[in-house]
């Protein structure tokens, strides 16, 4: 079996694997998504998906496309039972993500696209950052660890190594790390 298909199964078995405990905490009422970042990752991550597959990523798109399907869901979910606290930044940072959607439709850039889409996901990620400092017991650190297993494995998935592929998946995988050690570092303060 190629090595390929083989990373991008694993990634997807992470991708779904790190969802289920965040859904579970959402029900238990102990974790409260950001509805604006998760509208924005849902946003990027499709952006993401057509951009890599543009550009050869192959197989690796799978577990990207589960994860904007299930950041869909977490989005609807934080809806009734996110948190409600918004603020003018994060606005700012929906904007920057419909703009990215804008440029990736209207100048059809991989490259550029992609590097709009790791900037507005990591200006997306500024929200739930900011959140989960002030709040840490409103995040789940298992899902954002799991998500950055998954986007290692994504990313050794590529069928295609060049720099519209290569920025999108480690910057993602970073995030997800960052905020994962977050949550446990700031739970046990």
């Known amino acids: 079996m190629n090595l390929q298909i083989i990373s991008a199964g694993l990634a997807s078995i992470f991708s779904i694997a790190c969802f289920l405990p965040y859904v579970r905490d959402i029900f238990r009422h102990t974790t409260k998504p950001h509805a604006y970042t998760w509208l924005i990752w849902t946003i990027l991550q499709l952006i993401a998906v057509v951009a890599l597959w543009n550009e050869g ?65 990591f200006s997306a990620f500024l929200p739930t950052l900011r959140k989960t400092f002030v709040e840490p017991e409103t995040e789940t650190a298992s899902t954002h660890l799991m998500s950055g297993i998954s986007n290692a494995f994504a990313i050794g998935a590529l069928a295609s190594f060049n720099p519209t592929t290569l920025i999108y998946l480690p910057a993602i995988m970073s995030m997800d790390f960052i905020l994962g050690f977050l949550v446990l570092f700031r739970k046990k303060w």
């Open 57 to 121: 990523a192959g197989v690796a798109i799978v577990p990207l496309i589960i994860g904007s399907t299930l950041c869909a869901l977490t989005f609807l979910l934080s809806l009734k039972y996110g948190t409600k606290n918004i603020k003018p930044f994060d606005t700012f940072c929906l904007v920057g993500a419909l703009l990215a959607l804008a440029v990736y439709i209207f100048l059809h850039d991989a490259l550029l696209s992609v590097i709009l889409v790791t900037l507005i996901d």
